[in-house]
């Protein structure tokens, strides 16, 4: 094809954004890759998070964006091959640019492979990698991104709706975490403390796997989302620790939660709370790690034997699964899906989405390149 450009929007500051031309790969140059054409990319609680921070996610311009949608425009034939995919095809891409033979990716986990952590300078990852590495189009903020052999991609039905699509990643990471990571049965009881996208998709996992009780905490100001998460399925919502302890206790007859997921804070009051909250032998799994140090209340933990779980992100089976679930038109995902805006407004969605005052009625959105 002719050599042309894309526009991308470039994260070079600190809550401070350009738009920037570059130019399209050539493949002959890189024969490890192709071109997909960016129909839409989720914005994520993690291009947030790392708007305002100097030096994240790297030290240098990036191009935020990991939830990437689009249909491949170009392919190497060793791309094609790696890949098992061809122009035409519409996929959904993960974050992820795994290595593929050491020990953890052939376990299946490759999300923690090395080559593609977000704390390794050196390590390439779609939506945290700088423009300075060639060739530049890293991040789904953007008309093109470059599509590397190593990537790992799931083909996408060509009815599913872009913006549905968008949110596959962030519904895999609830279905990892309920279904996957808590150790939650149907029947069981679970409480989600953060009404956000991911809190909210959590609820859709919940309710998939026929959780008995689920039970989600926000703060005041939050009552919108919380009314989401009970059309979503949450049998129970809460503003006040008190009351949602006195909820777990009654509908539990005083066994509490089989576990609790703290999408909100990573603070030690959300870690005291959940662990009256939790029963024996609980799981305690959280989705956020502040930079300082955190007390562990190791007695409190062993007269319960509670198991505290990091998460991070997503198996393959698990967005395998997502991607079903949205694809059978089964649960309204519509409603979780709150609008799209173009480049030039990256920088005032990710302003927005960090301001509580503005932020309560914005769950998930999306960037269309195109716009």
Request: aromatic residues 4%.
């Amino acid at each position: 094809m002719t050599r042309g450009t894309s526009q991308a929007a470039v994260k070079v500051a600190s809550n401070t954004t350009e738009l920037r031309t570059f130019d399209l790969p050539d493949l002959e140059q890189h024969p490890e890759g192709g071109l997909l054409r960016v129909e839409a990319t989720g914005v994520c609680g993690a291009d947030v998070m790392w708007y305002p921070r100097v030096g994240e996610p790297r030290t240098e311009p990036t191009i935020l964006g990991h939830h990437v949608v689009g249909v491949i425009e170009e392919l190497s034939d060793r791309a094609a091959y790696g890949l098992s995919l061809a122009v035409g095809d519409r996929i959904l891409i993960e974050e992820y640019l795994p290595c593929g033979v050491c020990v953890l990716c052939r376990e299946g986990k490759y999300r923690m492979c090395p080559t593609t952590t977000v704390w390794d300078e050196n390590a390439i990852r779609y939506g945290s990698t700088t423009v300075s590495r060639e060739p530049s189009l890293w991040g789904g903020f953007s008309e093109y991104l470059f599509l590397h052999e190593r990537s790992v991609a799931h083909k996408l039905a060509p009815s599913t709706s872009t913006e549905q699509a968008t949110l596959i990643l962030p519904l895999s990471n609830g279905i990892q975490w309920i279904q996957r990571d808590s150790g939650v049965e149907p029947g069981g009881t679970v409480v989600i403390v953060g009404p956000g996208q991911h809190g909210l998709t959590c609820v859709v996992a919940a309710q998939q796997m026929g959780v008995g009780n689920i039970i989600v905490m926000g703060l005041p100001g939050d009552e919108h989302r919380l009314e989401i998460a009970r059309t979503l399925g949450a049998h129970y919502t809460v503003t006040d620790s008190e009351e949602a302890l006195r909820i777990v206790r009654d509908v539990t007859n005083g066994r509490m939660a089989d576990a609790v997921l703290d999408l909100a804070a990573g603070t030690p009051g959300v870690a005291d709370f959940a662990l009256q909250a939790l029963g024996i032998e609980g799981t305690l799994l959280m989705a956020v790690w502040p930079d300082d140090p955190t007390p562990i209340p190791l007695l409190k933990m062993a007269i319960k034997k509670i198991t505290i779980k990091p998460v991070r992100g997503h198996s393959f089976e698990a967005v395998d699964a997502a991607r079903r679930l949205v694809e059978s038109g089964r649960v309204d995902l519509d409603i979780l899906c709150t609008g799209s805006v173009g480049l030039g407004d990256v920088h005032q969605v990710l302003m927005d989405l960090q301001n509580p005052d503005v932020r309560g009625e914005m769950i998930h959105m999306s960037v269309d390149p195109w716009r």
